[in-house]
């Protein structure tokens, strides 16, 4: 089992409340076809899952693959956010200890 820390924790509630709110207000699209069957769908923004946007009579439905899209992006960075925020994962500060200081040293005041 994985212990997590504090910020840990935090940051997967967040991305577990980005992908909740996604969700909630998903991208929806409409649909125009005419007499013939040709289909053409517009984007219609970002509205409530319970009200669709008002397509002129014409049908609207969800965006599936851009809001698929969009959960696996923020998957992925909150996958990340929760590696670098790891306690063993010192890197950063490896680097600003190592780093900075040589810069520093090259500076004339």
């Known amino acids: 089992m994985i212990k997590l820390n504090e910020t840990q924790k935090k940051v997967i509630l967040i991305g577990l409340v980005v992908i909740i709110l996604m969700g909630l207000f998903p991208p929806w699209k409409c649909i125009y076809c005419n007499f013939k069957g040709a ?13 669709p946007p008002y397509c002129e009579g014409f049908d609207a439905e969800i965006e599936k693959d851009r809001l698929i899209l969009q959960w696996i992006i923020v998957i992925m960075i909150t996958g990340l956010a929760v590696y670098f925020t790891s ?23």
């Open 39 to 51: 289909c053409v769908k517009r984007l219609a923004g970002y509205k409530f899952i319970f009200s």
């Open 87 to 109: 306690t063993q994962v010192n890197f950063f500060i490896k680097i600003k200890n190592q780093i900075v200081p040589i810069i520093l040293k090259g500076r004339r005041r």
